[in-house]
Protein backbone atom coordinates (compact mmCIF):
# COMPACT_ATOMS: atom_id res chain seq x y z
CA UNK A 1 0.00 0.00 0.00
CA UNK A 2 1.24 3.29 -0.88
CA UNK A 3 0.76 6.51 1.43
CA UNK A 4 -2.42 8.53 1.29
CA UNK A 5 -0.54 11.42 1.04
CA UNK A 6 1.35 10.14 -2.18
CA UNK A 7 -2.22 8.57 -3.63
CA UNK A 8 -4.90 11.30 -2.30
CA UNK A 9 -3.52 13.67 -5.24
CA UNK A 10 -2.79 10.90 -7.88
CA UNK A 11 -6.64 9.70 -7.28
CA UNK A 12 -8.20 13.15 -7.76
CA UNK A 13 -6.52 13.80 -10.95
CA UNK A 14 -9.46 11.18 -11.85
CA UNK A 15 -12.12 12.29 -9.55
CA UNK A 16 -12.42 15.66 -10.06
CA UNK A 17 -12.38 15.66 -13.63
CA UNK A 18 -15.84 13.23 -12.93
CA UNK A 19 -14.44 10.03 -12.89
CA UNK A 20 -16.08 8.01 -10.01
CA UNK A 21 -14.02 6.20 -7.28
CA UNK A 22 -14.82 2.60 -6.71
CA UNK A 23 -13.01 1.75 -3.37
CA UNK A 24 -15.00 -1.48 -2.23
CA UNK A 25 -15.52 -4.61 -4.12
CA UNK A 26 -19.37 -3.89 -4.08
CA UNK A 27 -19.11 -0.36 -5.88
CA UNK A 28 -17.20 -2.64 -8.69
CA UNK A 29 -20.00 -4.99 -8.89
CA UNK A 30 -22.82 -2.72 -8.89
CA UNK A 31 -21.14 -0.26 -11.64
CA UNK A 32 -19.73 -3.01 -13.76
CA UNK A 33 -22.55 -5.45 -13.53
CA UNK A 34 -24.91 -3.15 -15.21
CA UNK A 35 -25.83 -4.88 -18.32
CA UNK A 36 -27.17 -1.09 -19.71
CA UNK A 37 -24.80 1.56 -21.20
CA UNK A 38 -20.75 2.11 -21.25
CA UNK A 39 -18.91 2.45 -18.42
CA UNK A 40 -15.20 3.65 -18.72
CA UNK A 41 -12.94 2.29 -16.20
CA UNK A 42 -9.51 3.28 -15.36
CA UNK A 43 -6.90 1.13 -13.16
CA UNK A 44 -5.07 3.74 -11.78
CA UNK A 45 -1.23 3.84 -10.48
CA UNK A 46 1.43 5.42 -8.90
CA UNK A 47 3.37 4.47 -12.02
CA UNK A 48 4.91 7.28 -14.35
CA UNK A 49 3.20 6.35 -17.24
CA UNK A 50 -0.13 6.44 -15.72
CA UNK A 51 0.67 10.27 -15.12
CA UNK A 52 2.28 10.88 -18.00
CA UNK A 53 -0.15 8.74 -20.51
CA UNK A 54 -3.28 7.33 -19.12
CA UNK A 55 -4.54 9.55 -17.05
CA UNK A 56 -3.87 12.41 -19.19
CA UNK A 57 -5.39 10.44 -22.57
CA UNK A 58 -7.95 9.24 -20.31
CA UNK A 59 -9.44 12.74 -19.60
CA UNK A 60 -9.05 14.08 -23.14
CA UNK A 61 -10.90 11.04 -24.90
CA UNK A 62 -14.28 11.56 -22.35
CA UNK A 63 -14.14 15.45 -23.56
CA UNK A 64 -13.84 14.85 -27.72
CA UNK A 65 -17.57 14.23 -28.56
CA UNK A 66 -19.00 10.68 -27.69
CA UNK A 67 -18.71 9.62 -24.52
CA UNK A 68 -19.32 6.18 -21.76
CA UNK A 69 -22.81 7.07 -19.93
CA UNK A 70 -20.32 6.60 -16.62
CA UNK A 71 -16.76 7.12 -15.59
CA UNK A 72 -15.14 5.06 -13.47
CA UNK A 73 -11.63 4.17 -11.43
CA UNK A 74 -9.78 1.85 -9.24
CA UNK A 75 -6.69 2.39 -7.46
CA UNK A 76 -3.88 0.03 -7.73
CA UNK A 77 -1.85 -0.71 -4.88
CA UNK A 78 -4.34 1.21 -2.65
CA UNK A 79 -8.09 -0.19 -3.18
CA UNK A 80 -6.53 -4.07 -2.75
CA UNK A 81 -9.82 -5.67 -2.77
CA UNK A 82 -11.84 -3.42 -5.21
CA UNK A 83 -9.33 -3.95 -7.82
CA UNK A 84 -9.40 -7.06 -7.01
CA UNK A 85 -13.20 -7.46 -8.39
CA UNK A 86 -12.42 -5.60 -11.29
CA UNK A 87 -9.68 -7.70 -12.38
CA UNK A 88 -12.23 -10.50 -12.20
CA UNK A 89 -14.29 -8.08 -14.88
CA UNK A 90 -10.64 -7.78 -17.09
CA UNK A 91 -10.76 -11.06 -17.94
CA UNK A 92 -9.10 -12.89 -19.85
CA UNK A 93 -6.63 -9.90 -20.08
CA UNK A 94 -3.61 -10.07 -17.20
CA UNK A 95 -3.60 -7.98 -14.58
CA UNK A 96 -1.98 -4.23 -15.83
CA UNK A 97 -1.92 -1.09 -14.42
CA UNK A 98 -3.04 1.28 -15.00
CA UNK A 99 -5.37 0.20 -17.79
CA UNK A 100 -8.36 1.42 -19.62
CA UNK A 101 -11.31 -0.60 -20.32
CA UNK A 102 -14.38 0.17 -22.05
CA UNK A 103 -17.45 -1.90 -21.07
CA UNK A 104 -21.10 -2.19 -22.91
CA UNK A 105 -24.21 -3.40 -21.33
CA UNK A 106 -22.09 -5.24 -19.38
CA UNK A 107 -19.14 -7.08 -21.30
CA UNK A 108 -15.94 -5.94 -21.89
CA UNK A 109 -15.56 -4.78 -25.44
CA UNK A 110 -12.11 -2.70 -25.53
CA UNK A 111 -9.14 -2.83 -23.39
CA UNK A 112 -6.00 -0.74 -23.28
CA UNK A 113 -3.34 -2.82 -21.29
CA UNK A 114 0.17 -1.43 -19.81
CA UNK A 115 2.00 -2.10 -22.73
CA UNK A 116 -0.73 -0.12 -24.56
CA UNK A 117 0.24 2.87 -23.08
CA UNK A 118 3.56 2.81 -21.78
CA UNK A 119 5.62 4.73 -24.47
CA UNK A 120 2.44 6.51 -25.84
CA UNK A 121 1.59 9.74 -25.94
CA UNK A 122 -2.05 11.29 -24.01
CA UNK A 123 -2.90 12.39 -27.27
CA UNK A 124 -2.30 8.50 -28.99
CA UNK A 125 -4.09 7.08 -26.09
CA UNK A 126 -7.14 9.39 -26.66
CA UNK A 127 -7.33 8.74 -30.26
CA UNK A 128 -7.21 4.78 -29.65
CA UNK A 129 -10.32 5.35 -26.89
CA UNK A 130 -12.29 7.73 -29.37
CA UNK A 131 -11.98 5.51 -31.76
CA UNK A 132 -13.60 2.63 -29.34
CA UNK A 133 -16.20 5.63 -27.88
CA UNK A 134 -17.75 6.00 -31.58
CA UNK A 135 -17.88 2.80 -32.14
CA UNK A 136 -19.64 1.25 -28.97
CA UNK A 137 -20.98 4.79 -27.72
Do not use: W
Not at 65 to 75: A, C, E, M, Q
Not at 109 to 135: C, D, K, P, W, Y
Amino acid sequence: MYPVELTTPISKDLTDFGFEGLTQPEDVEGVLENKEGTVLLVVNSVCGCAAANARPGAKLAVTAGKKPNKLVTVFAGVDKTAVEKAREYLLPYPPSSPSIALFKDGRLVHMLERRHIEGNSAQAIAHNLVQAFETYC
